[in-house]
């Protein structure tokens, strides 16, 4: 645990006794002394790194053994961009089918189909996205 002034209680001693043997001492141990207060300053920063490394590959070690997949994946990105290409070109023989069969009824029930499949996708591919989480005050404008 650090103090206010960012060193450890132990890390906070041992520059104390450094300092109070470099006036003991003189300035000709001066070099000695901080180069030993600097490899217990460099050792105890190697020992917090490993443990911050060790914690996050146990973290995505127990994410991966629980099959879970991250909201940031880019599967679920080439997913959507994928879906969304699709869509696109089937919508141009889709347009002229209904236009063709129906006039401007056959098109707009050809495109509102493609805008349903298309919304279907997006709920299904990015959870919580007609809940309005990003706005402020609660009020997302879609009804629950």
């Known amino acids: 645990m650090t103090g206010a002034d960012g060193l450890g209680p132990d890390l906070k001693k041992e520059l104390d006794a450094t300092l109070h043997a470099r006036r003991e001492l003189g300035e000709d141990y001066e070099s000695a002394l901080v180069d030993s207060f600097l490899e217990k300053v460099d050792q105890r920063i190697d020992d917090a790194v490993e443990r ?9 070690q127990l994410t991966a053994a629980r099959g879970s997949r991250s909201p940031d994946a880019t599967d679920s990105w080439g997913e959507r961009f994928g879906f969304g290409i699709v869509s696109l070109v089937l919508a141009i023989p889709l347009s ?3 236009a063709g069969t129906a006039g401007l009824r056959g098109l707009l029930v050809a495109w509102a189909g493609i805008v349903g499949v298309n919304l279907v996708q ?13 706005r402020r005050g609660g009020d997302s404008g879609w009804e629950d």
């Open 96 to 98: 002229g089918i209904g």
């Open 52 to 60: 911050r490394v060790r914690r996050q590959v146990a973290e995505r």
């Open 122 to 134: 997006a709920a299904r591919t990015t959870p919580g996205l007609f809940r309005g989480r990003g």
